[in-house]
C-alpha cells in the first residue's frame, strides 16, 4: 500500500514515510522504507526532465499543424502529423494502476408501503360502504358542488319517452333537435373507460342514459368517481337510440339531485325476505316495481270508489276515531285515554252508528272511506287496522243495495284493468255482471243435501241437537258450544263453503243470531235482509236493511252486553246515544265493503305468508302499525 501511494504522488509521500520511519508506533523495519524513498527520489527526478523535453516537442508539433493548416492542407496531408502528435501526448499520460473500486452505496429509496388492492362495493361492510359515499359528499362539497340540490325541472317522465319515441329512430341515430330533462334514481351503472350506461328510473319506468367524456367534458371524470347506484340525478340531452335499439337520453349536462349514503339491495339477491320486505317498504318499493304497481293501483281503486258514490248522489262525511264506547260490530277494540279530558277512549272499531246519525238526521245518502282499528290477530289477511267504505241510503233495500255493490265494483275494475277476467293464484274471477245470488241455507244444503235448516223449529231443543248432528256428520268442528240453530248454520256456512266461493257471489239471508243490527227478514223468521259478497275464498262485503225498531235495537244490545259481561271481549256495550236517536226513528240500508280486500282481489296480490312464531309476528306488528301512523301523520 505504501508503494502504490509513491508510485502515484512520490514528492507527497517522502515526508509522509520519513514521518512514519521517525514514529516510534509504526511496526515497519527503517532500512527497507529509507531504502525505498531513495529509489523513488531518483526516479521522480528522471521522469520529471523527460516529461519536460516531451512537452516541447509537443508545443512544436502542434504549431507545425497549425502552420499546415494555414497553409491550405487538406485532412489527408495532415494526418501523419497529427498521429506524431497524439504518440507524443501518449507518452507523458500516466497509466495509472487499477484501484479497486469500492462497490457504491446505493442510495437507499424510501420503501413504499404495499397498498392493498381497492376494494369493491361487493366485497365492502356497511359501514365502510356508508364511510365512501359520506367521502364523496365532502368531495363534491370541496370542490364546489353541491350534493343535495334544491330543485330541478324535468320535462319527461321515463314512460312519456319511451311512449313519444315508441318505432322511432333506427339503431345509432339520433333526435339531435331535441332536448330533454329527465330525473331519478340509478338503478345499474356500466362504465367502459371514456363510455358508460347508466339505468335511470322515475315513478312511471326506466330510461337509459348514454353518457361520453366527448360530450360532457371534464364533468365526466366527476360523475364516474361521484355517482352510484341509488343516488338520484338529472340528466338533459337529446334523445338516441343506441346501436342495439335501446331508447336513451345522450346526456349534454347531469345534476347530481341527491347523493344516497347507503347502497341499494343487491339487484338479484338483496330484498327476498318478506319480512324484511314488509319492515322496508321503501326499500321494497324502490327494487320491486310490481309493488309500486300495486301501491298505484290501490289508489286509482280508492279514488274510483269515491268519484263512483260522489256521481250518485253519497256525501262522504267524516266521523270520530275516538269513541267513549265501542260499537257498531263484534271485536275487540284498541284502548287509549285522553288526559285532559280524564276520559278512557277507544279507537273506532267501525264507522256505522255515526253515520247512521247522519241519515237520522236528514242525510238520505253517506259515506266514509276511513281506517278501521280492531285489536285481534295479525296475518297477511288480517290486519289491525285497515280501510273500509261504509255507506247508508235512506229507502232502499238490500236488493238496491246488492245492484249498488256490482257496479261499484265493475267500475273500480274497469280503472285499473283492461279486462274483467283477473287471475287469481290458480283462478280467474271474473266480475262480470250479474253475480250469483244464493240463501246461505241453499248453499250449505250443497255441502249437506239431506238437511234442511229451514225446515227446523229454532226454539226447539231437539232440533237444535239436529242440527249439530248434521253439522259433525259433515266434518263441520266446533259445534257442541253453539247455542242456537242459526250459529250452527252459520258455522257450516264458513267451514264448508265460504273457502270455495272463487267468482263473486252474494250469499243473502243471514240467521238473526249473527246479524244483531239487521232487519228480520220480511217472510222468513229467525233470518234477517242481509247479505255478504265473497269472491276468492273470502269476504269482501257486508249489507242488510238497517233495523229501524229502536225496541228491538235496545233488546239486541242488551244481549251483546250480556255476552260482554259473560266475557266476550268482541261483544259491544248498550250505545244509549244511538238507541236515543234511533227513537227519532229512520229508515235505511247500509253496505260497508272491505278496500284492503278488494285491491287484492283486483290485483292478484297474494302476499308470501310470513312464517314465523307469534313473537316475531308481533313485532312486525308493532313495527308495521308505526310506520302506518308515521305515514298518516305525514300525509
Avoid at 24 to 53: C, G, Q
Avoid at 64 to 74: F, M, N, P, T, Y
Avoid at 611 to 634: A, C, M, P, T
Wanted: proline residues 4%; aromatic residues 8%; charged residues 30%.
Amino acid at each position: 500500500m505504501a508503494f502504490f501511494l509513491l508510485s502515484r504522488n512520490a514528492a507527497a509521500f517522502v515526508p509522509a514515510a520519513r514521518s512514519l520511519v521517525s514514529s516510534s508506533s509504526a511496526r515497519i523495519n527503517a532500512p527497507i522504507v529509507a531504502s525505498y524513498i531513495t529509489r523513488s527520489s531518483k526516479l521522480f527526478m528522471s521522469t520529471e526532465a523527460d516529461t519536460a523535453k516531451i512537452e516541447a516537442q509537443i508545443q512544436a508539433k502542434g504549431d507545425e499543424i497549425r502552420q499546415l493548416k494555414a497553409d491550405g492542407s487538406d485532412k489527408a496531408a495532415l494526418a501523419p502529423y497529427i498521429q506524431e502528435l497524439l504518440a507524443l501526448k501518449a507518452k507523458i499520460t500516466p497509466t495509472e494502476p487499477t484501484e479497486e473500486k469500492a462497490p457504491k452505496k446505493e442510495k437507499s429509496k424510501p420503501q413504499k408501503q404495499k397498498q392493498s388492492p381497492k376494494k369493491s362495493e361487493a366485497d365492502m361492510s356497511d359501514s365502510e360502504l356508508r364511510q365512501a359515499r359520506l367521502g364523496k359528499v365532502e368531495a363534491m362539497r370541496e370542490a364546489g358542488v353541491e350534493p343535495y340540490a334544491y330543485s330541478y325541472s324535468p320535462t319527461h317522465t321515463a314512460m312519456e319517452l319511451q311512449d313519444q319515441y315508441e318505432g322511432k329512430l333506427e339503431g345509432g341515430e339520433e333526435d339531435e333537435v331535441s332536448d330533454v330533462a329527465v330525473a331519478g334514481r340509478v338503478m345499474a351503472k356500466r362504465v367502459f373507460g371514456k363510455l358508460a350506461f347508466f339505468t335511470l328510473q322515475d315513478e312511471s319506468g326506466i330510461i337509459q342514459l348514454h353518457l361520453e367524456k366527448n360530450r360532457l367534458g371534464d364533468s365526466f371524470k366527476n360523475l364516474k368517481a361521484w355517482v352510484d347506484a341509488g343516488d338520484i340525478v338529472g340528466i338533459r340531452g337529446t334523445v338516441r337510440r343506441t346501436d342495439k335499439g335501446e331508447l336513451s337520453v345522450f346526456a349534454k349536462e347531469w345534476t347530481m339531485l341527491t347523493k344516497s349514503v347507503t347502497p341499494l339491495p343487491d339487484k338479484w339477491h338483496g330484498l327476498t325476505d318478506i319480512a324484511k320486505r314488509y319492515r322496508s317498504r321503501h326499500l321494497d318499493l324502490i327494487v320491486n316495481p310490481s309493488v309500486r304497481e300495486t301501491f298505484r293501483k290501490r289508489a286509482i281503486i280508492t279514488s274510483t270508489l269515491r268519484r263512483e258514490l260522489d256521481a250518485m248522489g253519497f256525501l262522504e262525511i267524516e266521523t270520530p276515531v275516538l269513541h267513549s264506547q265501542s260499537g257498531g260490530a263484534e271485536a275487540k277494540p284498541f284502548e287509549t285515554y285522553h288526559n285532559t279530558m280524564d276520559m278512557d277512549l277507544t279507537l273506532r272499531i267501525a264507522t256505522e252508528l255515526h253515520l247512521k246519525r247522519l241519515v237520522i238526521g236528514g242525510f238520505n245518502k253517506v259515506y266514509e272511506v276511513g281506517r278501521i282499528f280492531r285489536n285481534e290477530g295479525i296475518s297477511t289477511r288480517h290486519n289491525p287496522e285497515f280501510t273500509s267504505v261504509e255507506l247508508y241510503q235512506a229507502y232502499a233495500d238490500y236488493e238496491d243495495m246488492m245492484e249498488l255493490t256490482e257496479q261499484l265494483v265493475v267500475s273500480m275494475c274497469d280503472a285499473v284493468s283492461d279486462t274483467r277476467e283477473l287471475p287469481y293464484g290458480e283462478h280467474t274471477v271474473s266480475v262480470e255482471r250479474p253475480w250469483r245470488r244464493v240463501t246461505m241455507n241453499d248453499i250449505v244444503k250443497e255441502y249437506i243435501p239431506d238437511f234442511d235448516f229451514e225446515s227446523l223449529d229454532r226454539d226447539c231443543p231437539e232440533d237444535l241437537e239436529k242440527a249439530k248432528s248434521a253439522a259433525k256428520a259433515a266434518g263441520v268442528p266446533k259445534v257442541d258450544d253453539l247455542t242456537s240453530i242459526g250459529y250452527v248454520l252459520n258455522q257450516c256456512f264458513e267451514e264448508l263453503c265460504e273457502v270455495n266461493l272463487i267468482q263473486p257471489t252474494f250469499v243473502t239471508d243471514y240467521p238473526v243470531d249473527v246479524s244483531p243490527l239487521a232487519k228480520p227478514h220480511r217472510s222468513k223468521p229467525g233470518y234477517t235482509e242481509r247479505f255478504e259478497l265473497f269472491a276468492t275464498g273470502r269476504e269482501l262485503a257486508n249489507s242488510f236493511s238497517e233495523l229501524t225498531d229502536s225496541i228491538d235495537q235496545r233488546e239486541r244490545f242488551d244481549a251483546q252486553a250480556a255476552k260482554k259481561e259473560a266475557g266476550d271481549e268482541e261483544a259491544c256495550d248498550v250505545d244509549e246515544e244511538f238507541l236515543s236517536a234511533l227513537e227519532q226513528e229512520w229508515w235505511g240500508m247500509a253496505m260497508e265493503m272491505g278496500v284492503d280486500d278488494l285491491n287484492e282481489e283486483m290485483q292478484d296480490d297474494m302476499e308470501e305468508e310470513f312464517e314465523s312464531d307469534g313473537d316475531e309476528w308481533q313485532r312486525f306488528g308493532k313495527q308495521w302499525i308505526l310506520g302506518v301512523v308515521d305515514l298518516n301523520e305525514e300525509m
